[in-house]
């Protein structure tokens, strides 16, 4: 009884190690296709996504052209109207100022048309006084004439007069005004000129005084030609202050 057992155990061992290495082939080709499998799921999951990013970028890229066409176009209109706006302003100023110009001339022509007008009728009404007019006329400028001369002739001595009063001056000339005229420090250290009548006008200001500096109120504080630094007074006097100042 124990032999025939013995040898249904050998036998089915047997069986058993012959169906294992099926069983485990069999097990390994069926997980090679579902690695296979999930592979290709993946891959095929991993294409679609880069398409579907591919066609989201080439979208985006074709909105983002789009908008910058948009913009573009819309600046381009913009400027256009700027400048159509600008070119219509700048013609409507040019008819405006061809018209005033237009106007400006007509309106001196229409007065140097009266005002000749007028000319010649003071003309032709001199004429009609007749010789009496003519001759009173004629006294009337030679009288003006010789008043010219006259006025002249004094001012041409007063000019004389100043230039030799000046001359004969023992004051020291320090600088001269804006229009030329020579300015001289006097006994009492106060700067003048002579003018046309003969008379001495004071001046503060003139061209060769040297101002160092300011007081507190703002006046110049001048430099005299002996070194002396002073500053005007409201009343006209100087006012002489310390050099440190």
Known sequence: MKKPIIVLMLAAAFLAAQIQPVAMAQEKTETKSKAEKTKEKAEAKAKKAKEKAEAKAKKTKEDVVSKADKAKEKGEAKAKKTKEKAEATAEKTKAKGEAKATKTVKESKEKMTKEKEKATNKVKSATKSGEKTEAKA????????????????????????????????????????????????????????????????????????????????????????????????????????????
């Open 138 to 245: 004629e006294s009337e400028a030679k009288e003006a004439k010789e008043t010219g001369k006259s006025t002249l002739k004094e001012k041409t001595k007063s000019a004389t007069e100043a230039k030799e009063m000046a001359k004969e001056s023992k004051d020291e000339a320090v600088g001269k005004t804006a229009d030329g005229k020579t300015v001289f420090e006097g006994a009492k250290n106060g700067h003048y000129y002579v003018n046309e009548k003969g008379d001495k006008t004071y001046v503060k200001d003139f061209v060769g005084a040297k101002i160092i500096g300011q007081t507190k109120k703002g006046q110049n504080i001048y430099e005299g030609p002996r070194g002396g630094h002073f500053y005007y007074t409201e009343s006209g006097n100087k006012e002489y202050v310390k050099k440190d100042k």
